[in-house]
Nanobody, 120 residues
Framework: QVQLVESGGGLVQPGGSLRLSCAAS????????MGWYRQAPGKQRELVAR???????NFADAVKGRFTISRENAKNTVDLQMNSLKPEDTAVYYC??????????????WGQGTQVTVSS
């Protein structure tokens, strides 16, 4: 019943910037973390960045120093600021929400994905 809506993807030249946004709605109770994953053609889905309910952040080595993640807890939104983009950043980016479950320890919800293409 939780829905994640992503925005901000598109085409950008190498060295450029994009900002991805994700808004969660529905039956949200207790969020453990929100974050962004990506999947390039022929590759496995990988973590890009995440931020916990306490503000702890985690980044993939490939994006450290270039990407930042922020969250506004009251609005259940998470943003990913992507700077100094490289062609290897090209992928479908997915928003993720990890929530404490009832009988389950954790429950994951996913957005439909937004395409980011870095090309000259």
């Amino acid at each position: 019943q939780v829905q994640l809506v992503e925005s901000g993807g598109g085409l950008v030249q190498p060295g450029g910037s994009l900002r991805l946004s994700c808004a969660a709605s529905g039956s949200i109770f207790s969020i453990n973390a929100m974050g962004w994953y990506r999947q390039a053609p022929g590759k496995q889905r990988e973590l890009v960045a995440r931020i916990t309910n306490t503000g702890y952040t985690n980044f993939a080595d490939a994006v450290k120093g270039r990407f930042t993640i922020s969250r506004e807890n009251a609005k259940n939104t998470v943003d990913l600021q992507m700077n100094s983009l490289k062609p290897e950043d090209t992928a479908v980016y997915y928003c993720n929400l990890n929530m404490y479950g009832g009988t389950s320890s954790r429950v994951d919800y996913w957005g439909q994905g937004t395409q980011v293409t870095v090309s000259s």
